[in-house]
């Protein structure tokens, strides 16, 4: 470990990565690696996650085509000097904000988008001219070696590599010295890759989970929430960060949504999910078995039904859920949606407030003022207005936790931003020397106060 982060350095010292050209051909490498290797990276995903290619090229190869399409075209103007504004104190100076590459980075990624979250922060920890170690999941185990193989054969491994391995693998690459780390993962994980960045002061970025409520209320246009709801929750069965966990219903219009819901089930993953070759299965046993035991903690409304075979759950809404049963304690991660219901939209804030901020939050209205309500007074890391998950597919959209859900952001400019380093730098003038800052000279404090003030 130690040898591959030393080498990664040196090259990093070499300054080839400091040029526009070397990252912008380093970006088309990955865009034809990509197309190169499309085929078997449909069926990496298939056989991790039984994803159908639809949903394989929507959410991981589309989403990174479109990353390296974005960051191609905008490339040359995030790396410019920002150049900035001085107070009359600094007369004479030139000052601006250098864009510079952090050095050796180490991007962690989960099993849930197995290929679009190793990725994508690359993107643009490359873009930003640094180099990378990918540290995919040991659960999506295609996938990941897909990935070491494919960037194995198109990089130069001083530049990109991917280690491959578990949690032990993970724990000896952060016992090394990176100069930023980018953490996908559980709240859990992500507090001891904290920990253990602290030992070098390396800065971090968490992209952590959580519980994220959509909140419906009465005057929800309820087919088009129903659709989107639905869509959000059960794509990946239910395993994305930011898919909605719970709702929060009106308790007048609940029975109708739960209709329009189940109505929604049948027509975009059919009557019989279990039996749809293209439905996603749960990544492992020990997810399925903990996964099950929530059924149990509500009246199941729709589905309910396992194959354990195929590790598939149907796609379930449960009814009749309190705060105080486990589906309600973690973030689920499955395609089980516990319904709560409330009367005034004053008390779901006063409910949420004080709970631990999620990735994501849903509304769903049409009234203006109860829309604003929400987007003020809850905190958390970004959501939508009558949508689910569509947030995240706007590169101009910072998308990050707050709180127990993470840490800073990236997507688009914000990725290059997250793995650049913003350097301060004064230009000053030797054609003159203000004299004021001088103590003893002949201005008087007076005239800096004034000057100041
Ligand atoms: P995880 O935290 O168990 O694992 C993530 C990565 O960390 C894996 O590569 C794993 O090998 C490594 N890891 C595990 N234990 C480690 C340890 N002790 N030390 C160092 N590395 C360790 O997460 P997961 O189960 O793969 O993914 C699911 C979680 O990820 C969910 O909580 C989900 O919400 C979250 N997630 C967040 C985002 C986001 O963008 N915010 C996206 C996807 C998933």
Redesign the pocket.
């Known amino acids: 470990m130690s040898e591959l982060v030393e080498k990664q350095r040196e090259f990093f010292f070499s300054e080839r990565t400091f040029d526009y050209r070397f990252r912008i051909d380093q970006l088309r490498l990955l865009r034809n690696m990509l197309e190169k290797y499309e085929k078997k990276i449909y069926q990496a995903l298939k056989q991790d996650l039984n994803k159908s290619t639809f949903d394989s090229f929507t959410t991981e190869l589309g989403f990174l085509y479109n990353e390296i399409k974005h960051t191609e075209k905008h490339l040359k103007e995030w790396m410019q000097d920002d150049l900035v504004d001085a107070p009359i104190t600094h007369k004479g100076t030139k000052n601006y904000i250098r864009k510079e590459p952090y050095g050796v980075t180490l991007v ?6 197995p290929l679009q ?1 190793a990725l994508a922060p690359a993107i643009g920890a490359i873009a930003a001219g640094n180099t990378v170690v990918i ?5 999506s185990p295609s996938t990941s070696s897909l990935l070491a193989k494919m960037i194995g054969e198109t990089f130069d491994s001083n530049f990109i590599t991917v280690v491959q ?3 032990e ?3 000896a ?2 016992n090394q010295r990176f100069d930023y780390i980018f ?8 507090k ?2 904290m920990r ?1 960045a602290s030992e070098h002061l390396t800065p971090v970025t968490l ?4 519980k994220s409520p959509a909140i419906i209320n009465k005057d929800a246009n309820l087919s088009i929430t129903a659709k989107r709801i639905i869509w959000g929750k059960y794509t990946n069965a239910g ?4 898919a909605p966990d719970y709702l929060y219903v009106h308790h007048k219009i609940k029975d109708k949504l739960l209709k329009e819901m189940k109505k929604q089930i049948k027509s975009i993953f059919s009557t019989n999910a279990l039996d749809n070759e293209d439905f996603v299965r749960i ?1 492992n046993e020990n997810h399925f078995n903990r996964l099950v035991a929530y059924l149990s903690n509500g009246t199941v409304a729709y589905g309910g039904k396992v194959d354990r075979n195929q590790l598939k759950i149907e796609p379930t809404l449960l009814d009749d859920v309190s705060w105080e049963e486990p589906v309600m304690q973690d ?1 689920i ?1 499955g395609p089980i949606l516990p319904i709560l219901t409330f009367e005034h939209l004053e008390e779901v804030i006063s409910d949420l407030k004080p709970r631990e901020k999620p ?1 994501a939050l849903y509304y769903f209205g049409e009234k203006e003022k109860d829309q604003e309500k929400v987007m003020n007074s809850l905190s958390f ?1 970004g959501g939508c207005i009558n949508d689910t998950l569509y947030h ?1 597919a706007n590169p101009n959209l910072p ?3 707050v709180g127990s ?2 840490m800073g952001s990236y997507h688009g400019k914000h990725s290059f931003d997250t793995f650049s380093h913003h350097k301060s730098i004064l230009q000053q003038t030797t054609k003159f020397d203000l004299p004021f800052r001088y103590p003893g000279g002949k201005l008087t404090l007076s005239l800096i106060k004034r000057l100041m003030k």
């Open positions: 962690i990624s989960p099993w849930n988008y979250l540290k995919p999941s040991e659960y391995g578990s949690k693998v993970s724990e690459l952060l953490f996908t993962g559980s709240t859990a994980v992500g001891i890759i253990k992209e952590l989970g959580g395993q994305t960060c930011v990544i973030e991660f990735l890391g995240l998308f990050g936790g859900s993470g």
